[in-house]
């Protein structure tokens, strides 16, 4: 994706918060009383006609458990950032014992560096 326009983010934006909600076992009803935004705004974001503010993202994000690489990676192209992204993906997926595993494997990458 070369060029993005609003109606890009919009759609995008709006598909993955939809899907969030749904994964997430809320309606859209119950999503507006944790928001404290209108049950039409919602209806709206969701659709991909209207915008989305950043203060209301962020709460989406946190409510619904929305990584910032999940609402962003449709648009990006660099190539080292997607794989950036594809690897905290399927870090996701992990549980919890062996994602702190997977740490402790950074962390002795990184002081391997220290010492070359």
Same mark, same amino acid.
């Given at each position: 994706?070369?060029?993005?326009?609003?109606?890009?983010?919009?759609?995008?934006?709006?598909?993955v918060?939809?899907?969030?909600?749904?994964?997430?076992?809320?309606?859209?009803?119950?999503?507006?009383?944790? *928001? @404290? &935004? /209108?049950?039409?705004? #919602?209806?709206?974001?969701?659709?991909? +006609?209207?915008? $989305? %503010? !950043? =203060?209301?993202?962020?709460?989406?994000?946190?409510? *619904? @458990? &929305? /990584?910032?690489?999940? #609402?962003?990676?449709?648009?990006?192209? +660099?190539?080292? $950032? %997607? !794989? =950036?992204?594809?690897?905290?993906?399927?870090?996701?997926?992990?549980?919890?014992?062996?994602?702190?595993?997977?740490?402790?494997i950074?962390?002795?990458?990184?002081?391997?560096?220290?010492?070359?």
């Amino acid at each position: 994706m070369s060029s993005v326009s609003k109606a890009d983010v919009d759609k995008v934006f709006g598909k993955v918060l939809r899907d969030f909600r749904i994964k997430n076992k809320l309606t859209q009803d119950k999503l507006s009383e944790k *928001l @404290g &935004i /209108s049950l039409k705004y #919602i209806s709206r974001i969701e659709n991909g +006609n209207s915008g $989305i %503010k !950043t =203060q209301t993202l962020i709460k989406y994000m946190n409510i *619904l @458990g &929305i /990584s910032p690489n999940t #609402i962003y990676k449709d648009f990006i192209t +660099n190539k080292k $950032i %997607k !794989t =950036q992204i594809e690897i905290s993906e399927k870090m996701n997926e992990l549980s919890e014992e062996k994602l702190m595993f997977l740490t402790s494997i950074v962390d002795l990458l990184k002081n391997l560096n220290k010492t070359d």
